[in-house]
């Protein structure tokens, strides 16, 4: 994992936030375990699409740092993991519910890149008001 020679200053909340579910991959990790629950790293591997093994391990190495996700590792053969969100990973999900909101209403029409979760988006991210 890539690490920057100088530690980075976060001088206001906003990049704290940022930092921790930006990107391309965080908040997708994020939304899948936020409507999946539990998965193994196969699962979420074919959930994430297009995500190579590498950028999926870095990134669920940076969200288990950020205590972000859980990893729980079973003692059996063949070996058995499991990812999940904290309660801190739970509690950033009506934050992306609202970019995604937010997002809808200035994304271009029309684009068929979208992932399973984002093709449910109008349920999965409806909200609790309406």
């Not at 994992?1 to 980075?8: D, E, I, N, V, W």
């Not at 079973?74 to 934050?95: A, N, Q, W």
């Not at 997002?103 to 999965?124: T, V």
Request: one cysteine or more.
């Amino acid at each position: 994992m890539y690490q920057p020679k100088l530690k980075r200053e976060i001088r206001c909340p906003l990049e704290y936030g940022l930092k921790i579910f930006g990107g391309k991959w965080k908040s997708r990790v994020i939304c899948v375990l936020a409507e999946k629950g539990v998965l193994r790293y196969s699962s979420l591997r074919k959930e994430m699409m297009n995500i190579t093994d590498a950028v999926l391990a870095s990134t669920l190495k940076e969200l288990m740092a950020d205590q972000m996700i859980l990893r729980k590792s079973y003692d059996e053969i063949p070996p058995k993991v499991e990812y999940s969100l904290t309660k801190k990973g739970k509690s950033v999900i009506p934050i992306l519910q609202s970019i995604c909101r937010w997002s809808g209403a200035y994304h271009i029409e029309g684009n068929d890149l979208r992932m399973s979760q984002c093709q449910k988006c109008d349920y999965f991210f409806k909200d609790p008001a309406d």
